[in-house]
C-alpha cells in the first residue's frame, strides 16, 4: 500500500482501477526543408488541417455548451480564437514560406514562442493558459498527420470505475473522458483555474494533483482510493484502508444527501436568526450558479478577468458587456461588484512592465486604480450604467484608510456627473489590509457597508505569501492574531450600524463560517457550491450556541487548537 497526499481541487470520494494516461503524442513529427515547388502544397496542407480543427472545435464547442453549461464552452471559445487569430495564421505561413520548412515545424516553433512569452508573465491565471495553447497546437499536428479524420482517444472507451492517472491533461482530454466510466482524476499537476479543471469539476469527478512521480509508481489496474476531501490517494490499499475509505465515503454520501435536500430552504439557524449567503463569481458567466443555489445576490464580483484576458484595458462596452450578462443571470437579486484589484498574481500582460519587483507589497488595488485614472473611471461609469438595471453596489479593493477612499468616491462622483445620475448605489470597502483595520471606525461611519477579504487580510497580519503552498491555507485565518484583528472590525462595524459581509473563502468552510455568525457576521459570500454545506451547519445550532464557540475560540493562544476546534465543528461526517 502506498499513500499520496496531494491537492484537492475538486471534492469527492472515488474507489477504482487506475488508467495510467501518458502525454497525448500526435506521432513521430516531421521536421525537413521544402524546395520552393513545395511551398504552395504545404499551405493548403496547413490551412485543410486548420480547416478540419475549427470544425471539430466548433462542435465540441457547442456538445459541452449542450451537456455542461455555456461557462464551460467559452473554454473552447478561446480555442478557437486561438486557431483564426490572424497573426498566428500568418506567422506559421510565413515560416513555411520564407524558412522554407514543414508545416508541422512551423507549427512547433509558433506555439512553442507563444508558450515561452505567457511563460514570463507573474500571473499564475495567465501561465496555466499554456495548457491551451499546448492543446490546440496538437489538435492541428493530429489533423496534419490524419487528415479529416475524427480524434480517437483511449479516454472514451476505458471500462467502468476507471481511475485517470496522469501527469497533466488538457481540455481536449478532459471532454474525451467516458463520464458513466470515470470516477476520479488524479494527476502529477494541474493549475487550480486551468481550464481542465474547471471541465473536470463540471464534470462532478473528484480530481486530485500535485503528486510528484505518480506514473513512476502507478502501474495500470492497480487499485485506488481517492479521497477529495483530504487529497489522500491510496495505491493497493490493505483491508483495513479499504474499510476506513469506505465509511467516510457513505458517511460522505449521507452528508451530500442532506444538504442537497436542503437548497430551496432559507439560511436561518435553529433559534430564527436569518443568515444571508451570497455567492463569489470570478467571471460574469458563473452568475447563473447564484439562482441555482438559491443564493441571496452576487455578493463579489471579481472583475480582472476583464483585463487579465485584454491586451488593451477594456472599454465601456466590454465592461458593460459583462455586467449585463450577470445581471440577464441572475434577475433582480444585487449584484456587489468589486473594482479592478491588480497586483500579486494578477497582472495584466499590458501592464506587466509597471510592477515592483515585489507585486504583493507594490501599488495595489485601489491604490493602483488611483493612479490610472482613466482605466478607474471607466469602469466605474460602467458599474453606474449598469446600476440603472437592477441593484448593483461598489466595492473598492485594498483600501489603506480615510484618504483614499475618499480619493475614490470623488471619482464616483465624478463619474456620476457624466453619466448625469443623481441616486448613487452603495458604495463600501474591503477590509484586507492592516492599515484599513487601524482606520475601522472611520471607515465604518464613511462606507454604506463593508465586506472583509479574509484571503489577503490574512496574508499581511502574518507576512505570509498565500501564493506560496504550504505557507497559507483557508485555516489559516484561525490565527489568534487574525482572529483578534476580524473581532476588531465587527465590533467596529456593530458599534456604527455598518453592514458587514464576509467575502474571503474562508467563508465557504462551514466550521469557520460558523466562527464568523457567532462573532457577529450575518452575511457570509463564497463559490456558490460551498453554500449548502455551511447552510447545513448553521440551520442545526442555535446563536446562542455558535455565540458561545466563537467566545471561547477568541480565548484560545495556539492555533492548533483553534484549528482542530474549528475542523470538528464543521466536519459532522
Do not use: W
Request: glycine share 6%; charged share 25%; hydrophobic share 45%.
Amino acid at each position: 500500500m502506498i499513500t499520496f497526499h496531494g491537492i484537492s481541487l475538486a471534492s469527492g470520494y472515488a474507489d477504482g482501477k487506475a488508467f495510467v494516461y501518458g502525454p497525448r503524442d500526435p506521432g513521430n513529427v516531421p521536421a525537413y526543408t521544402l524546395d520552393h515547388a513545395d511551398v504552395e502544397g504545404e499551405l493548403n496542407r496547413f490551412n485543410l488541417a486548420l480547416r478540419h480543427s475549427i470544425l471539430d472545435l466548433e462542435a465540441v464547442k457547442a456538445r459541452v455548451l449542450l451537456e455542461i453549461g455555456e461557462t464551460e464552452s467559452g473554454i473552447f471559445a478561446s480555442h478557437l480564437a486561438l486557431l483564426q487569430d490572424p497573426m498566428f495564421v500568418e506567422n506559421v505561413k510565413r515560416k513555411v514560406a520564407e524558412e522554407r520548412i514543414n508545416v508541422e515545424q512551423a507549427i512547433g516553433q509558433e506555439i512553442a514562442k507563444l508558450e515561452k512569452l505567457l511563460l514570463q508573465v507573474k500571473s499564475e491565471y495567465i501561465r496555466e493558459r499554456t495548457q491551451d495553447i499546448r492543446d490546440v497546437g496538437l489538435r492541428v499536428l493530429e489533423k496534419l498527420r490524419l487528415p479529416g479524420t475524427e480524434r480517437v482517444s483511449a479516454l472514451s472507451s476505458v471500462p467502468k470505475s476507471t481511475v485517470v492517472v496522469a501527469r497533466e491533461l488538457f481540455p481536449s482530454d478532459t471532454m474525451d473522458l467516458n463520464r458513466e466510466a470515470v470516477v476520479a482524476i488524479v494527476t502529477e499537476r494541474s493549475g487550480a483555474s486551468s481550464h481542465a479543471v474547471i471541465l473536470a469539476r463540471s464534470l462532478g469527478v473528484p480530481l486530485v494533483t500535485g503528486i510528484s512521480n505518480l506514473l513512476d509508481t502507478v502501474q495500470p489496474g492497480n487499485r485506488i482510493l481517492v479521497d477529495g476531501k483530504t487529497a489522500t490517494v491510496t495505491v493497493s490499499p490493505n483491508r483495513a484502508r479499504i474499510t476506513s475509505f469506505r465509511r467516510a465515503q457513505s458517511r460522505y454520501s449521507t452528508f451530500v444527501e442532506e444538504i442537497l435536500q436542503e437548497i430551496p430552504q432559507e439560511c436561518v439557524t435553529r433559534d430564527g436568526t436569518r443568515i444571508s449567503l451570497m455567492g463569489n463569481i470570478g467571471r460574469a458567466e458563473e452568475a447563473y450558479e447564484i439562482p441555482e443555489f438559491f443564493l441571496d445576490g452576487v455578493g463579489l464580483f471579481r472583475t480582472e478577468f476583464l483585463f487579465l484576458e485584454s491586451r488593451k484595458p477594456p472599454g465601456l462596452r466590454m465592461h458593460l458587456s459583462a455586467y449585463h450578462r450577470v445581471r440577464r443571470l441572475v434577475g433582480n437579486l444585487p449584484v456587489t461588484i468589486r473594482t479592478l484589484d491588480l497586483g500579486g498574481d494578477k497582472i495584466p500582460v499590458f501592464l506587466e512592465q509597471e510592477f515592483q519587483l515585489n507585486p504583493q507589497m507594490g501599488a495595489r488595488g485601489l491604490r493602483y486604480f488611483l493612479a490610472h485614472r482613466r482605466m478607474f473611471l471607466t469602469q466605474i461609469r460602467a458599474i453606474l450604467r449598469a446600476a440603472q438595471e437592477g441593484p448593483v453596489r461598489i466595492l473598492f479593493p485594498m483600501v489603506v484608510g480615510c484618504e483614499d477612499f475618499q480619493q475614490a468616491l470623488e471619482v464616483v462622483h465624478l463619474a456620476a456627473e457624466k453619466e448625469g445620475v443623481n441616486d448613487l448605489p452603495p458604495v463600501g470597502v474591503m477590509i484586507e489590509t492592516p492599515a484599513s483595520v487601524f482606520e475601522i471606525k472611520e471607515l465604518t461611519a464613511m462606507a454604506d457597508f463593508i465586506s472583509i477579504g479574509t484571503n489577503d487580510l490574512t496574508q499581511f497580519v502574518l507576512a505570509a505569501d498565500r501564493n506560496s503552498f504550504g505557507m497559507i491555507d483557508e485555516f489559516t485565518v484561525l490565527h489568534p492574531a487574525v482572529l483578534r484583528a476580524l473581532h476588531l472590525i465587527i465590533s467596529a462595524a456593530t458599534e456604527t450600524r455598518c453592514e458587514l459581509s464576509v467575502c474571503g473563502e474562508a467563508a465557504g468552510n462551514p466550521g469557520i463560517a460558523a466562527l464568523l455568525v457567532g462573532l457577529g457576521v450575518r452575511t457570509l459570500s463564497m463559490s456558490a457550491v460551498r453554500a449548502p454545506a455551511v447552510q447545513h451547519l448553521l440551520r442545526s445550532m442555535t446563536l446562542a450556541e455558535l455565540r458561545g464557540q466563537a467566545d471561547e475560540l477568541l480565548t484560545y493562544r495556539e492555533t492548533s487548537r483553534i484549528r482542530e476546534h474549528v475542523r470538528r465543528m464543521g466536519t459532522p461526517f
